[in-house]
């Protein structure tokens, strides 16, 4: 227990350098993610049959790469394109895009699962599709959304660790660094995994409480 308490002061500050980045791809993708998953699912609900069109193939296509090709491709191959990116970019693009695709059908679902009556009586009174959208359907979505949404931020969290593949320095690739250099495996990984897990907790309260807030609020 002494050696592991004196190995943690000393791997702790290269382990928490790690851990920022962790967090910054997680944040940058899931932002990105929201946006893209959002813009797909609107495509799949809006009643147009080529949209819908489009945007399945496109979530299908990108549900069926691999994470690690998909941020290969981004990094090694882009450039050869003329679109050169930063490890730290290609890995933020490459999870945003990836999760887009499971953004996206949470999204459908919680969007489908209002009745579309409500659809129709908004656009009785002269509302517009994304008037309606904004204003009726999507507020009452949320309540649909936020545990997959949830699972999907801490999915997202662990999974950042793929970047690890593409030289991002993050915490999983400081910790396999560390351990490669000084052989102390159980110290430096046992370390890795309580960070995962004190980055993944808040996230898991934080998602509680989202759903306590809207799921019980609106359903007075």
């Known amino acids: ?14 382990l928490l350098e790690g851990a920022k980045y962790t967090v ?26 080529w949209l819908a069109f489009i945007a399945a193939t496109i979530v299908n296509v990108i549900r069926g790469i691999p994470i690690l090709v998909q941020l290969f491709y981004i990094y090694f191959v882009l450039p050869e ?5 930063s490890a730290l970019q290609a890995g933020i693009i490459g999870l945003g895009i990836a999760y887009s695709a499971y953004q996206a059908e949470n999204f459908r679902a919680g969007i489908e699962a209002i009745d ?6 908004a656009q009785s009174i002269g509302m517009g ?8 359907i999507l507020p009452q979505a949320v309540r649909v959304i936020l545990p997959p949404y949830g699972n999907t931020m801490i999915m997202l969290l662990k999974d950042s660790s793929q970047a690890s ?3 991002v320095a993050e915490l999983t690739l400081q910790g396999t660094l560390l351990a490669s250099s000084t052989f102390k495996n159980m110290s430096v990984f046992t370390l890795v995994a309580i ?10 309260l934080l998602v509680s409480g989202l759903e306590k807030r809207f799921g ?3 359903g007075r």
């Open 216 to 218: 019980k609020g609106r």
């Open 81 to 85: 394109m003329g679109i050169a990116l």
């Open 165 to 167: 593949a593409i030289t």
């Open 116 to 121: 579309h009556g409500q659809m129709e009586a």
């Open 1 to 14: 227990m002494r050696d592991f308490l004196t190995d943690a002061h000393e791997f702790f500050p290269l």
């Open 129 to 136: 599709w994304f008037l309606t959208m904004r204003r009726v």
């Open 195 to 204: 960070f995962y897990l004190c980055m993944s907790l808040p996230l898991m």
């Open 24 to 49: 910054i791809v997680t944040v940058g993708a899931l932002l990105l993610s929201t946006v893209l998953g959002m813009i797909w699912a609107l495509m799949r609900v809006s009643g147009v049959r």
